[in-house]
């Protein structure tokens, strides 16, 4: 009876793959010899060292030397030697006394009395008055009072200026800037009021508004009430 091979089992059909992977191999592993880097072991070469002639080496020794100090000559001795008898009468300092007796009539001088000059306050700008002039209406402390005086001066002129009036004067449109200053007297008055603007008859009608201020409470500088000036820029729209 003939046994029947099966074609799957027989080696001889994968002899060539065998021997082409052997040959990869081969192959790889040569390459990988070739570029493989060695380098050459060096040594340095130190030489002898020589202990003997470190220890031999000598040391000298050094002996610190003081510095002579030059001997000051003793003080020369008195030609003559006088001598003081005990009988001799010296002269007593004699120190009289302050205090007064009561039958002695004491003079006072006069004091005079000096009398300062008071010192005049001249106007005090806004900015750094100690106590600003307070509007009608304002409460609170020093900054609230000064930042409602602010904007009910401001509010002022925005009601009473003629808003009309640029147009009319056939200004060119936009923003236009008025600076207005006038001075707080010592009773609270407007006083001084000057303006500054891209027209005069808008500084006439700023002037107008300006004086038309109610009455206020007078600032204060070192608790006496002084002139205040007050600086403040507007700005007008022309359209």
Known sequence: ??????????????????????????????????????????????GVVSMNAILDEEIPITERVEPVQPKTPPPPAP?????????EEVEET?????????????????????????????????????DSPVFPGCKGNKAKLKACF????????????DTDLPNELGLSTGKKRVFIGFKIDKNGNIVNVQARGPHPKIEQEVIKVMKLLPKMKPGRQRGKPVGVSYNIPFSLVVE
């Open 150 to 161: 602010n904007k009910k001066v401001q509010r002022h002129f925005a009601r009473k200026f």
């Open 79 to 87: 030609e003559k030697i006088e001598i003081v008898e005990d009988k």
């Open 1 to 46: 009876m003939q046994i029947k091979k099966n074609p799957k089992s027989n080696l001889e059909n994968y002899s060539k793959i065998f021997m082409q992977i052997g040959l990869v191999l081969a192959l790889f592993v040569t390459y990988v010899a070739i570029e493989k880097k060695t380098y050459d072991k060096t040594t340095n070469d130190l």
């Open 94 to 130: 004699v120190i009289e006394s302050t205090e007064t007796d009561e039958t002695e009539e004491v003079v006072v001088e006069e004091i005079v009395e000096v009398v300062e000059a008071e010192v005049v306050v001249e106007d005090v700008n806004f900015m750094i008055i100690e």
